[in-house]
């Protein structure tokens, strides 16, 4: 006869011991660290600031007020810097090439990026190719992409004339006119730097609610309405801040007279950095180059103070 085994219950599980609150000092210590250490990488940013920005920018103004030159000591030559390179020739030639290089910009090299984004953003197909497309230029290191230029705009052999001959057309001086050499340079400078602001123009594009464009169909709006009252509103942060930021952009342009046509000829693309440069580099004149820095950086700023406050006052109206 068998026996009946009996049915044992399982034991019970071992329940894990909860770990005690942490005590009111060790939070602190740990809130304490946290602090310590965000602090401590914030102070290698500004360290790195104050090295490779801040001080060369005191540096730059105390300089301007010395006649400096490498290997002697400076003087303290007060405001004579600034009377020589306010009577130097080239100053009033340079301040005009840099605003007309400016004007130019902002009538060429600003539209058409918008256009553009506004193509990209109603592509159906293909738009990962076309941004890359777009983007290309501004991974083309600066000196490659205006020496690249150079040889396109070569009188001689050059694939700009080439290309007019081959169609019959009359051939321009491009670079080397001094009537045609100044938009030459924009052009450079256009589609050198005309990925990245596309970029941000089909980012600020995207951001706008399909509803808007919608409802502005629904109202019989055609494309033109519905860019000029729905997109440029919704985006109109993003425009001013980019016409701000190329307008500083351009009136320190340097690279494409510097490599492209070397100031010349006959002085219509030197630009006030470019004449900085020749102060420094080729005079010999730190106070006087530093000079210069001074008084752009004081047009700069008086020019973005007054934007930004001219466009604040009017968001708020």
């Not at 109603?122 to 501004?138: D, G, I, N, Q």
């Not at 450079?188 to 509803?211: D, F, H, K, M």
């Not at 000829?265 to 102060?279: C, M, Q, S």
């Not at 752009?296 to 406050?309: D, H, I, N, P």
């Amino acid at each position: 006869m068998t026996k009946t085994a009996e049915r044992r219950s399982p034991a019970p599980a071992a329940v894990p011991p909860v770990p005690a609150p942490p005590m009111a000092g060790d939070r602190g210590r740990r809130r304490l660290a946290d602090q310590a250490r965000a602090y401590g990488f914030l102070l290698g940013g500004l360290i790195c600031f104050a090295l490779f920005s801040w001080y060369p920018a005191i540096r730059a103004v105390v300089i301007a007020f010395q006649k400096y030159t490498p290997g002697s000591p400076p003087q303290w030559a007060g405001t004579a810097n600034f009377t020589r390179v306010l009577h130097d020739p080239e100053f009033a030639a340079a301040w005009r090439n840099t605003l007309t290089f400016t004007l130019l910009a902002l009538l060429i090299g600003f539209a058409i990026p918008f256009v553009l984004a506004l193509v990209l953003n109603e592509l159906r197909h293909a738009k990962a190719f076309f941004r890359v497309v777009v983007y290309l230029p501004v991974m083309i290191p600066p000196v490659v992409s205006a020496l690249l230029w150079k040889w396109f705009y070569d009188p001689g052999t050059g694939l700009a004339d080439e290309t007019l001959r081959f169609l019959h057309l009359p051939t321009s001086n491009w670079s080397n006119g001094s009537d045609t050499a100044l938009v030459s340079l924009v052009i450079v400078a256009t589609w050198a730097n005309l990925g990245g602001t596309v970029l941000i123009y089909l980012a600020a594009l995207q951001s706008v609610p399909g509803e808007l464009y919608e409802a502005a169909e629904l109202d019989g709006a055609n494309l033109l309405q519905r860019i000029r009252h729905v997109t440029v509103p919704q985006t109109r942060f993003v425009i001013l801040m980019l016409m701000l930021l190329q307008i500083i952009a351009t009136m320190q342009v340097f690279t494409e007279p510097f490599v492209i046509t070397g100031g010349g000829p006959e002085n219509a693309t030197v630009t006030v950095l470019y004449l900085i440069y020749k102060y420094a580099f080729l005079y010999n004149d730190f106070g006087g180059a530093c000079a210069l820095s001074v008084l752009l950086l004081l047009v700069l700023g008086a020019f973005s103070a007054l934007y930004l406050r001219l466009t604040r006052t009017e968001g708020d109206a």
